[in-house]
């Protein structure tokens, strides 16, 4: 994100009241927000705006929430946090599958809104950079820390900005159990410790990108009601 200006925010709700709701909250705040009230409108803005977070209904005619995250995730790793109607745990992890970052459950409050909001951003602009090796190798999987990359077989895997801070942070403790609160503190932040879906959806994904079969782990493994190894293998 470019410091020097406004942060841009896109909001895309079919709730006409809700949505100049967020906005008049973002733009108080000093974002800069442009908005939609459908997916296809959405995605277009996605695609022609320089934007530096996107809040999207999970629920929207046309093209839901997902279906234009899934869609934005194809060009961009431009943050993405979905609105969710219902507290329903299958809402939030869909919306995750489909590469959003977070989740916003209605109704929200003003105060959970922009603490949700300057924690993505936030995200956005940390470095990974690492003071020891450039780059983390076990078995066929590479993770290079200055280019914020990983390689599985020799081909580089196409990772959510999420996804690469879990991975990054695996493979720095590698060889160790990290905890789900360390994780979720590092990756995400302190105020989401006890948010465990959001965890597991991502390790999921990531074991999908880069496992040779994700259904018998061979880099990440779980360690049952502790965390999560990532293991050096070949040494």
Wanted: with cysteine; charged share 30%.
């Amino acid at each position: 994100m470019n410091t020097s200006k406004k942060a841009s925010v896109l909001v895309a709700d079919d709730d006409p009241r809700l949505l100049r709701l967020v906005q008049r909250n973002l733009e108080l705040n000093g974002y800069r927000v442009v908005t939609a009230m459908d997916g296809q409108n959405a995605l277009k803005m996605a695609e022609a705006e320089e934007l530096d977070l996107l809040l999207l209904d999970i629920m929207m005619p046309g093209m839901d929430g997902r279906d234009v995250c899934r869609r934005v995730r194809e060009f961009s790793t431009v943050p993405i946090i979905i609105l969710t109607a219902r507290e329903a745990e299958e809402d939030q992890v869909s919306g995750l599958d489909a590469g959003a970052d977070d989740y916003l459950t209605k109704p929200f409050g003003s105060n959970a809104l922009l603490a949700r909001v300057r924690a993505a951003l936030r995200r956005s602009q940390l470095s990974n950079g690492d003071h020891g090796a450039p780059v983390f190798e076990t078995g066929e999987l590479e993770v290079d820390f200055a280019q914020q990359v990983a390689r599985a077989r020799g081909e580089q895997v196409n990772l959510t900005p999420t996804e690469f801070r879990i991975l990054s942070y695996l493979a720095r403790n590698a060889g160790r159990v990290v905890t789900q609160a360390d994780l979720l503190t590092k990756v995400w932040g302190p105020e989401y410790k006890d948010e465990a879906h959001l965890l597991r959806v991502n390790i999921a994904r990531l074991r999908g990108k880069i496992e040779p079969d994700p259904g018998t782990p061979r880099y990440i493994t779980t360690r049952p009601g502790i965390g999560y190894t990532l293991n050096k293998i070949g040494e």
